[in-house]
């Protein structure tokens, strides 16, 4: 598929094959150049309208970072993936990404499936040897009263079946089983699998249907969720109606996602090689060395309480009007004015007062000496 191919990537539903090989075999954004104050009052209306379009979507898909948290996750996954090479008649290990929201979990396994589906398809080739699509990786989304049979159903939507609006529950299972097959999926990555309710009827006969999965499909499974070990997934089933879970624990790995933290050394460090990143992407006219992992560093660390995705979104809006204003620069004023997640500014006064009490720093050592 040529990029000239490819549909709009704001446009894209990843619950749908075709989309799904979009976002994995889109080439990479290209960052905008970064102008001087002059260059952008020399531009155009036109080329000024076409340059902020493109700042507005670079900045709307900054990342992902490669952070120690993105790294580690997905070193695992590799060896996980990667060690799931046994012949059909073995049940593979799944792996179970649980941690709690604002984390970077959908983003991470989504980094990593991309990667996934196109080392397969470059050692592999685009199609099958008996001529079929080859689809590495089927990624579904649940909801709150998914049961067996929307599992099923909405794998198949993932292939886009004709066979989708009619049938039992076996049905179904044995249709999307034919689907993974012919198209030598590798990967089955089930989002939003808090969604669940574990202790009802629904959670019982998914968590029954997800080991008939790791059973009979030749794929790893990877559930990715919040609070999965408080709602029973590993449990080791002293009651006999949790025991289906316990044996989806045994054969389960789970992984999780650390927050940034400040009060070691290597944590401040960490949290300045983000910020320190993140200057590198912003493409903003009075953009300097320091405005973020100097000049905000505490700031922004109490705006996002150390979490990855308030990070981005406040870096992300602040971006959007600090070029909508013409302020072109991040700094406290704007960035006042910009609202976050309710989470995190729920946490913000107190880490506020004790990083402005000097208890606390989010600036390294030699950083502290430097100033």
Known sequence: MSAASLPSLGNLALSRKEDFKAFAQAPRRSQPEALTRAQLRALGKGARAEYDLRRREWHANIGPIKTPQLTELHEDLWDIVDSNLQDGDKAKGAVAIDAFPGL????????????????????????????????????????????????????????????????TTAQFGQRALDCVLSCEVRLLALDDLHFLKWNQRNGIEVS?????????????????????????????????????????????????????????EPGRREWRQIL?????????????????????????????????????????????????????????????????????????????????????????RSRRKAA
Not at 145 to 155: H, S, V
Not at 211 to 230: H, S
């Open 104 to 167: 970077g979990k959908t983003t991470s396994v989504l980094a990593f499936a991309r990667k996934f589906h196109r080392r397969e398809i470059d050692e592999r080739g685009e199609f099958t040897d008996e001529g079929n699509e080859r689809l590495p990786v089927c990624r579904v989304g649940l909801t709150g009263n998914t049961g067996m049979k929307d599992l099923n159903r909405a794998m198949l939507e993932f292939f886009g079946h004709p066979g989708r609006n009619r049938g």
């Open 276 to 364: 320190l990143a993140l200057e590198q992407r912003v493409v903003l006219v009075d953009k300097h060395p320091g405005m973020l992992s100097d000049e905000l560093s505490d700031y922004l660390f109490a705006r996002s309480t150390g979490h990855i995705g308030s990070l981005m979104t406040l870096i992300t809006r602040g971006c959007q009007r600090a070029v909508r204003s013409g302020t072109e620069r991040l700094d406290r004023d704007l960035l006042d004015g910009v609202k976050n997640d309710e989470a995190s500014e729920a946490a913000r006064r107190e880490l506020e007062a004790a990083l402005g009490k000097r208890r606390l720093t989010s600036r390294p």
């Open 208 to 264: 029954n249907h997800l080991k008939w999965i790791a059973n009979e499909f030749p794929v790893t499974l990877l559930m990715i969720g919040v609070g999965l070990a408080d709602k029973g997934l590993f449990s080791e089933g002293d009651a006999r109606r949790h025991a289906a879970l316990a044996q989806t624990g045994r054969r389960t790995t789970r992984l999780g996602v650390r927050p940034f933290t400040i009060e070691s």
